[in-house]
């Protein structure tokens, strides 16, 4: 019997975890399904997340929604013009009474970390997550602290149009999985989110319907959904695609391709299956591509953007049947 299926047999099925993780998030994140399908996605594919757009549309209250569906510990960082990189991953202070120093953990050390207005802080601050993103490891004083499991960064960031922002360098971009426009809700949705708001903390609405057990157990199944090689040639055929297209200056970066491809095995398996299929490829490909690609000056300035190249490689590149 595969890991993937004996997973299913020791708990509820996959596919009925991830539908009630997403229920659960959904109490006070109003007709945004996919927004909040895609951020657990990148969680159960050990990855993390970029959510962008205006002030005020519930992305910081996606992140402590997810944490609470979960009961994983929660951190959040303000991230503003003077914060320093201390107060991210934390510090180590002298002790007068043991004559040592005594190591105090920053908010980096939580299960789902929320980096809100993650463009508001000055690029070296910005720097101190990309450790812990990439190696889930913090280096403090010479000493390298392991960070837990799970844990994903949800960073914020409004538009580089608002005053006092910094844009993030592509190095940083490069290492989340996805970059997600929340948007606006829909008219009823709105009227859901007025009538919810009624009086106490909504948060406190929110049902946890899984621990941090649960989700170890749910990304190893992940991590065990099988990609066939056609599949794997796909991938590698739609990232060195990136790389040769005219209207791009950078490409998708091998990263990029292990990205698509773990995002991928999550659909895979929220969908009930234990194998990755072309359509799960496609579907992933316009939210874990376009924020690692630079579109040429040129063709900025005749409109183009990354994800219309993104929707246009993937029209002309076929899948090779194995």
């Given at each position: 019997?595969?890991?993937?299926a004996?997973?299913?047999v020791?708990?509820e099925?996959?596919?009925?975890l991830f539908?009630?993780?997403?229920?659960?998030v959904?109490q006070?994140?109003?007709?945004?399904?996919e927004v909040?399908q895609?951020?657990l996605?990148?969680?159960?594919?050990?990855?993390?997340?970029?959510?962008e757009d205006?002030?005020g549309v519930?992305k910081t209250t996606?992140g402590?929604?997810l944490?609470?569906?979960?009961?994983?510990?929660f951190?959040r960082?303000q991230?503003?013009p003077?914060l320093?990189p201390s107060?991210v991953v934390?510090?180590?202070?002298?002790?007068r009474?043991?004559d040592?120093?005594?190591?105090?953990?920053?908010?980096i050390f939580n299960g789902?970390v929320?980096?809100d207005?993650?463009?508001r802080?000055?690029?070296?601050?910005?720097?101190?997550?990309l450790e812990?993103m990439?190696e889930?490891?913090?280096t403090?004083d010479g000493t390298t602290r392991?960070?837990g499991s799970?844990?994903m960064v949800?960073?914020t960031?409004n538009?580089?149009?608002?005053?006092?922002?910094y844009?993030l360098?592509e190095?940083?971009?490069?290492?989340f999985l996805?970059?997600?426009?929340?948007?606006y809700p829909?008219?009823e949705?709105?009227l859901e989110i007025?009538?919810?708001h009624?009086?106490?903390n909504?948060?406190e609405s929110?049902t946890?319907v899984?621990?941090?057990?649960?989700?170890q157990?749910m990304?190893r199944?992940?991590r065990?959904?099988?990609v066939?090689?056609a599949?794997?040639?796909?991938?590698?055929?739609?990232?060195?695609?990136?790389?040769?297209?005219?209207?791009?200056?950078?490409?998708?970066?091998?990263?990029a391709?292990?990205a698509l491809?773990?995002?991928?095995?999550a659909r895979a398996?929220?969908?009930?299956?234990n194998y990755?299929?072309?359509?799960?490829?496609?579907a992933?490909?316009?939210h874990a591509l376009?924020?690692?690609?630079?579109?040429?000056?040129?063709?900025q300035?005749?409109?183009g953007?990354?994800v219309?190249?993104?929707?246009?490689?993937?029209r002309a590149v076929?899948?090779?049947?194995?």
């Open positions: 019997m595969s890991q993937f004996e997973e299913a020791r708990t099925s996959f596919t009925d539908r009630s993780l997403t229920a659960s959904e006070v994140i109003k007709g945004k399904r909040v895609l951020t996605l990148a969680l159960l594919a050990e990855g993390h997340v970029l959510l205006a002030p519930g996606i402590k929604a944490a609470a569906a979960m009961e994983v510990p951190g960082v991230f503003t003077d320093l107060d934390g510090v180590s202070i002298f002790n009474k043991t040592e120093f005594e190591f105090r953990p920053g908010p789902i929320l980096a207005e993650v463009n802080a000055s690029p070296k601050t910005q720097s101190a997550l812990a990439a889930r490891q913090v403090i392991a960070l799970p844990f949800i960073a960031q538009p580089l149009d608002h005053a006092g922002t844009p360098p190095s940083q971009l490069d290492r996805v970059k997600v426009s929340v948007g829909s008219r949705a709105e007025l009538e919810g009624g009086g106490g909504l948060l929110v946890p899984a621990d941090v057990r649960r989700i157990s990304i199944a992940v065990s959904v099988h066939s090689p599949i794997r040639g796909y991938l590698i055929d739609l990232t060195d695609a990136t790389r040769r297209h005219p209207a791009l200056a950078l490409g998708a970066s091998p990263r391709s292990l491809q773990r995002i991928s095995q398996a929220a969908a009930g299956r990755v299929t072309p359509d799960d490829v496609k992933m490909a316009p376009p924020h690692r690609l630079v579109v040429n000056q040129s063709d300035l005749r409109g953007s990354a219309e190249v993104v929707d246009e490689i993937l076929a899948v090779v049947a194995s």
